[in-house]
């Protein structure tokens, strides 16, 4: 797979905005995902986004996608106690339907 | 969004028994289901994939003889650990790859996971 770098930890005040970055090496990817895990839960998927957009606003989410740095980013306004999870960037790339997953940031959101 | 269930969601089980893990995807039909593998704190290791009616796809360094993968029906794929050792102990999820027909677009849902320990 490829490489893809993520910050490990990040900690923020509820209130505040969370984001968290994701750097991938593969220019073909098509469709680039967000996905949330709980504490010993599965994947739950949070919003994606084509590679042919640059950004996309769901509620309290937004992604942008600089493909010319290969930089995804997932904001979350107004962060809660219960946005605390591991966020794993997430991609396919042409030809394929495979996806390849980041390391997983951990948010930790302090009352 | 869609749903995917796993069963069971936790197990226990001795060294050199057999387990076998179920995926069903509850609202569609999924041609392609995957098997992931998850250590603690760390990322989704893909196993293989699992495709209706044919053999399933692994990936380098897994052991095809030691995860049995059976893509039964649109609805279900099933993981056998064969004689289970305490190093297979892990969490196992699924997921279902939704082809989004009539919507345009697809994407992938994940089974909740599989906690299995091998004692």
Redesign the interface.
Same mark, same amino acid.
């Given at each position: 797979g490829e490489d893809v770098e993520q910050s490990l930890f990040l900690s923020v005040r509820e209130g505040d905005s969370s984001v968290i970055n994701c750097t991938y090496t593969d220019s073909s990817s098509t469709?680039l !995902?967000w !996905?949330k895990q709980e504490p &010993?839960?599965?994947?739950?998927?949070l919003t +994606?986004i084509f590679s042919n957009m640059d950004m996309k606003q769901d509620q309290r989410l937004t992604v942008l996608l600089n493909k010319k740095d290969k930089h995804l980013s997932l904001r979350i306004a107004d962060t809660q106690t219960g946005d605390s999870a591991i966020y794993?960037c997430a991609w396919t790339w042409a030809g394929s +339907?495979?996806?390849t997953? &980041?390391? &997983?940031t951990k948010l930790s959101v302090i009352p | 969004g869609a749903v995917v269930s796993q069963h069971p969601s936790r197990v226990i089980c001795k060294s050199g028994t057999s387990v076998k893990i179920e995926c069903r995807s509850l609202d569609f039909q999924a041609t392609t289901m995957f098997w992931y593998r998850q250590f603690p704190k760390q990322s989704l290791m893909l196993m293989a994939t699992s495709n209706e009616g044919s053999k399933a796809t692994y990936e380098q360094g897994v052991e095809k003889d030691k995860f049995l993968i059976n893509h039964a029906s649109l609805t279900l794929s099933t993981l056998t650990v064969t004689s289970a050792h305490p190093e297979d102990s892990s969490f196992y999820i699924c997921s279902a790859r939704d082809l989004g027909v009539g919507r345009g677009e697809e994407t992938q849902y994940f089974g909740p996971g599989t906690r299995l320990l091998v004692l």
């Open positions: 469709y !995902y !996905y &010993g839960a599965g994947l739950q998927l +994606y794993f +339907y495979q996806l997953f &980041g390391k &997983g | -």
